[in-house]
């Protein structure tokens, strides 16, 4: 059997690198699997694509241009893409490699156009790495339903007109979803209910199987040693947050009301908060306690130590499908803080393995890391069933089984059709 992934990226982002582990786990469980990208930032041989070099420039000029028309036009309140062109050389690539099974991931930013989901002749799996698929542009739709019906007057391009953009983009993936099999699979409870949701898949099979992991790279490592590679204090409480604070839904802007919060709480802890990513002055600047800030990071053997040399995982995310740092840090035995939202509690249980704060009360988060800061015998707990949960449903082999068995299962189904 053969299987060709399609995304936009390898592994830039975390949609992505979480596209990139399930190539990565199902080769390693003997399917012949190949990953074709719009744009490839790895060295994997089994990845197929133009380097960011190769693209050339027109190609990033037609980019540019569309982001500036989306900007210009419709001053987008939140990530918005439409695919007004799709990748050819990508497409053919994709039927010349001669699949039994095409899997989908993150194809936005002009990777694939709806209409080209007829092209392959092959069944179809799609899965979500956000809302995007079920939508008519909008990456992730806020308060907003109208990916139910059929969107319009958007409110991320802060829209008035039903016939804008957003609804001819549904239109566009209504009519080719119409013409093919394909199906669903979200990494979790609440991105399988979008799907259920959406005018688009409603009616389609889907199924929720969580993205895999290296659970040897990303485990527990004695804490004291992970502190002295990056500088902490052996002392501290350390409070990891892991996002970019350009993207609003995952919340580094509530960084430091959280802080000043927990601040109000322990007086004299001393507590340090460890910053990964592109987190920016929003997250960092005037923090009532030390701040140690990495920047972004692609070795995951260093992320690894972020994770292990910390005492807890800040996940102040708004919206989310459910992101890699939660699994990542749990793995590596570092219980999480976060609001109970999107696909977070699939793992986080509440008072079990973390903490699940209201939405969007900055209060209870705060009061969340108090507990953990205060408490080393729940620090314990949780640590191990973090760990004891991202075992029982992220191994790379338990994953790689269970897409085996959808593909089969699809591909059964295309015959008997």
Same mark, same amino acid.
């Given at each position: 059997m053969r299987v060709v992934h %399609?995304?936009?990226?390898d592994v830039a982002g975390g949609a992505a690198i979480a596209a990139y582990r399930i190539h990565r786990c199902l080769k390693g469980a003997g399917v012949d699997s190949l990953m074709v990208v719009r744009e490839k930032h790895s060295s994997d041989e089994t990845v197929i694509? !133009? /380097? !960011?070099a190769e693209r050339g420039i027109a190609q990033r000029g037609i980019d540019f241009l569309m982001s500036l028309f989306l900007k210009w036009r419709y001053r987008p309140?939140?990530?918005f893409s439409v695919n007004m062109r799709g990748d050819a050389r990508l497409v053919s690539s994709v039927v010349g490699l001669a699949p039994d099974l095409v899997h989908l991931h993150w194809v936005a930013n002009q990777c694939l156009v709806p209409e080209s989901l007829g092209v392959f002749g092959r069944p179809l799996v799609w899965t979500f790495h956000d809302m995007w698929p079920a939508t008519g542009g909008c990456h992730y739709s806020g308060n907003c339903r109208k990916y139910q019906e059929q969107c319009g007057a958007c409110p991320v391009l802060r829209s008035k007109n039903e016939a804008d953009i957003s609804r001819r983009e549904f239109l566009r993936k209504l009519k080719s979803?119409? $013409?093919v099999e394909i199906v669903t699979v979200s !990494? /979790?409870?609440w991105g399988a209910e979008i799907a259920d949701e959406s005018a688009l898949f409603r009616r389609r099979p889907r199924h929720v199987i969580p993205h895999p992991l290296d659970l040897g790279r990303f485990a527990p490592r004695p804490r004291e040693e992970c502190r002295k590679r990056l500088g902490l204090s052996p002392a501290s409480? #350390? %409070?990891?947050?892991c996002g970019a604070a350009a993207e609003r839904r995952k919340g580094a802007h509530l960084i430091r009301p959280c802080a000043e919060a927990l601040s109000k709480e322990i007086k004299n802890g001393d507590v340090l908060f460890l910053l990964v990513g592109d987190t920016g002055a929003m997250a960092g600047n005037g923090l009532p306690f030390p701040v140690k800030s990495i920047g972004t990071i692609s070795d995951e053997d260093l992320l690894s130590a972020c994770y292990c040399a910390s005492d807890m995982t800040l996940v102040p995310s708004l919206e989310d499908i459910l992101c890699n740092v939660v699994v990542e840090s749990m793995a590596c035995g570092t219980p999480c803080v976060a609001f109970r939202v999107g696909g977070i509690p699939d793992f986080v249980e509440h008072m079990v393995n973390g903490y699940l704060a209201e939405p969007f009360s900055v209060a209870d988060l705060a009061r969340g890391l108090r507990m953990l800061i205060e408490s080393e015998e729940l620090r314990g707990e949780f640590s191990a069933r973090s760990r004891a949960? #991202? $075992?029982k449903k992220c191994g790379q082999e338990i994953v790689a089984q269970r897409y085996t068995r959808l593909y089969e299962e699809a591909m059964k189904g295309r015959r008997r059709g």
């Open positions: %399609i995304s936009t990226y694509g !133009p /380097s !960011p309140a939140a990530p979803l119409a $013409e !990494p /979790s409870t409480k #350390v %409070i990891m947050f949960q #991202v $075992e």
